[in-house]
C-alpha cells in the first residue's frame, strides 16, 4: 500500500515561489505524478517524475529523490489563478495511482 | 473530443435507492478507472478496468458495482445507496502503454445520499 503525505494548506502572495512537498512510503515505485485541482473542477496533469532530478515546465517545476522517497512542487511567480489544490500521486505497477489528500494553495 | 465526461453531473438518493453513473471517453484509451473524493481524503480508488469486459476491485469497492462492456464506457452502480456513499465520484482514463500513462479526469458527479 501507499503512505503520502502532502501538507493541507499553504498561502502566498502574487509573485512570490511556492514550494509543496511531498513524501511517500511505497513497495513499487514506478512514477510520481503532480496534479492541480482547481475547486469544483477535475484534477488536471501537471508533471511527472520517475527518475531523480528536476522536470521544469514553464513556471512549474517537480523534483523527485527516490531514495528518500520525497518529491517537491515548485510554482514561480505566482497568479492569482494558481490558487487551487495540488495532488500528489504515486504509481506502483503500469496504472494505479495512489494520492495524497492534496495542498490547497491561495495566492493573495 | 470530449475527453472524458460523466453523467449525471449531481444528484441526491434516499438511502437504500439504486442508481448508474455513466463514464464516456472518445480517446481509445484502454483504462479506465472511477474514484471517489471525500474531503480531507484525496481521491480513492473505486474499481478499474483494464480493457472491455473486465474489470478488478481498488481500494474501496464495498457497495459498488462497475462493468465495462464497451471499451469506451464505465459503469459504476451503487444498489443500495448509504449516506456514507455521499462523494463526488471522478472517473478517469488512460493509455495502456505510453511514456507516463497520464490518467484524464472527467468534471464529476456530485452525489448526495439522504
Known amino acids: 500500500g501507499q503512505n503520502i503525505d502532502q501538507p493541507t494548506e499553504m498561502t502566498a502572495t502574487e509573485g512570490a515561489i511556492v514550494q509543496i512537498n511531498c513524501t511517500y512510503q511505497?513497495?513499487?515505485?514506478?512514477?510520481l505524478f503532480w496534479y492541480q485541482q482547481h475547486a469544483g473542477e477535475a484534477p488536471t496533469f501537471l508533471s511527472y517524475n520517475v527518475l531523480d532530478g528536476l522536470e521544469e515546465k514553464g513556471r512549474f517545476s517537480s523534483f523527485l529523490s527516490r531514495s528518500k522517497g520525497y518529491s517537491y512542487l515548485l510554482l514561480k511567480e505566482l497568479q492569482m489563478k494558481d490558487s487551487a489544490s495540488y495532488l500528489c500521486a504515486v504509481r506502483e505497477g503500469d496504472y494505479k495511482l495512489s494520492f495524497g489528500a492534496g495542498t490547497t494553495v491561495t495566492v493573495r | 473530443n470530449a475527453g472524458v465526461t460523466q453523467t449525471p453531473k449531481f444528484r441526491v438518493l434516499k438511502t437504500g435507492q439504486s442508481m448508474t453513473l455513466l463514464c464516456a471517453q472518445d480517446?481509445?484509451?484502454?483504462?479506465m478507472y472511477w474514484y471517489r473524493q471525500d474531503p480531507g481524503m484525496g481521491l480513492r480508488l473505486i474499481h478499474y478496468s483494464v480493457g472491455e469486459g473486465t474489470t478488478a476491485k481498488g481500494e474501496v469497492p464495498d457497495g459498488y458495482n462497475v462493468s465495462r462492456l464497451k471499451k469506451q464506457n464505465f459503469l459504476l452502480g451503487l444498489e443500495s445507496a448509504a449516506p456514507s456513499q455521499t462523494s463526488v465520484y471522478f472517473c478517469?482514463?488512460?493509455?495502456?502503454?505510453?511514456?507516463?500513462?497520464?490518467?484524464?479526469f472527467g468534471p464529476g458527479t456530485r452525489l448526495t445520499v439522504l
Open positions: 480517446m481509445n484509451h484502454e483504462y
Open positions: 478517469a482514463s488512460s493509455y495502456a502503454v505510453a511514456a507516463y500513462n497520464e490518467q484524464f
Open positions: 511505497t513497495s513499487g515505485f514506478n512514477g
